[in-house]
């Protein structure tokens, strides 16, 4: 529901009352025992000062309640933020009314959009459904259960676990009329991650290698459904569970080591850290950003061959990064603050809560997630 602004503007005049009400009786008891010195500690306007820079930031959104759903996920669709728990799955606009709503069985739900396509499929289990433009096109199940989905406009990707010896299967099946369209059948790693190339076909696969006593990430580009053999291929020692991609690049992240390939998987630049990495992220110019949690906490900034050009010490360890185009929101706590790829600090915004998502609908608005409450933010250009 939509706060008035009425209550945002009385909210805002009774904290600077107080505030000026503070400083006044506190000049006062310093003027009595012939001093001008006092203690800001004690008098806490740090808390207020935060308070009014708070409601300043909702003046220029809309807020909205969440009551309290059993969330599992949060996402941005067409404009709008898309709200999946364990038992639904609904569309809500800037104002906090509802576009679309359905009931959902799946367990353990996860969500994947990509498009017009929204996918909601059952964590190692074989139920999901797809939804297109408002409308519930197939609720189906597999006959494998699923470690992975990805939803495009040729196919919905699935990578199952196999019953029939291989260590995982690859599905194809139709995303209008879920029809298995063909599958790949995997039996020299664990793969656990599927991407679809924007270009063409094709489609990347990577996972956990495990054919040496070393443990190793193999990531793997095929042309098509149709085309069993990979046309590009590699294998990093170590394990590396995150990616990031932009149409030119895809960076790998692990524990404190970086890898960026191009589209053919050639390496364009690599980083090892004395850190743990906390969050990256991959820049439209394919710029990176990589954010580390060690003695100091730094955000550092590299350009697109991998050379640093800004690197920021942060006040506090960062739990996301969440990237549009070349825009880039640093999650920490229910504060998020938003840099470009050359690492200038453009605007930061907060809601109160104990974790905070963003979701970018463009490069002016995101909107703020917290547990209980949502912010369509304008986003400025300092």
Avoid at 75 to 92: K, M, S, V
Avoid at 117 to 146: N, P, Q, R
Avoid at 188 to 193: G, K, S
Avoid at 224 to 229: P, Q
């Amino acid at each position: 529901m939509t706060k008035e602004k009425i209550l945002k503007s009385g909210l805002k005049i009774l904290i600077l009352i107080s505030l000026i009400a503070i400083i006044c009786f506190a000049v006062v008891i310093s003027m009595s025992e012939n001093t001008i010195e006092f203690n800001w500690d004690v008098l806490n306007l740090r808390s207020l000062v935060e308070k009014l820079h708070f409601e300043n930031s909702v003046n220029q959104t809309e807020t909205f309640d969440l009551g309290d759903l059993d969330i599992t996920q949060t996402a941005e669709y067409d404009g709008n933020l898309l709200i999946l728990t364990n038992y639904d799955i609904r569309l809500i606009n800037s104002n906090g009314e509802e576009v679309w709503y359905f009931t959902h069985e799946i367990r353990h739900p996860v969500l994947n959009i990509n498009g017009k396509w929204i996918l909601v499929y059952e964590k190692t289990g074989k139920s999901y459904m797809v939804i297109k433009d408002g409308k519930a096109v197939i609720k189906d199940m597999l006959d494998e259960e699923i470690a992975f989905g990805e939803a495009t406009d040729r196919y919905l990707l699935f990578i199952t676990i196999g019953n029939n010896g291989y260590k995982r299967t690859i599905s194809f099946i139709s995303p209008e009329t879920g029809v298995n369209l063909g599958a790949l059948y995997i039996d020299d790693y664990y793969p656990y991650y599927i991407k679809a190339l924007s270009n063409n076909n094709g489609f990347l696969l990577y996972g956990l290698g495990m054919n040496s006593t070393n443990i190793s990430t193999v990531i793997r580009i095929y042309e098509s459904a149709k085309k069993i053999s990979p046309v590009a291929n590699v294998e990093i020692e170590g394990l590396y569970p995150v990616m990031y991609s932009n149409n030119s690049n895809y960076f790998f992240v692990g524990e404190n080591k970086a890898f960026c390939y191009d589209n053919n998987l050639d390496l364009v630049w690599s980083r090892e850290y004395t850190d743990n990495i906390t969050a990256a992220g991959l820049f439209e110019d394919s710029g990176a950003i990589v954010a580390t949690n060690g003695e100091t906490k730094m955000i550092k900034f590299y350009n697109p061959a991998g050379e640093e050009v800004k690197s920021i010490e942060a006040e506090h360890s960062i739990q996301n990064i969440t990237v549009y185009k070349n825009t880039a929101a640093v999650i920490y706590g229910s504060k998020a603050l938003f840099y470009d790829s050359s690492g200038r600090l453009i605007d930061n915004a907060s809601l109160p809560g104990i974790s905070l998502s963003v979701h970018f609908i463009n490069n002016a608005q995101a909107f703020l997630v917290t547990e209980h409450e949502a912010v369509l933010y304008n986003i400025s250009n300092k």
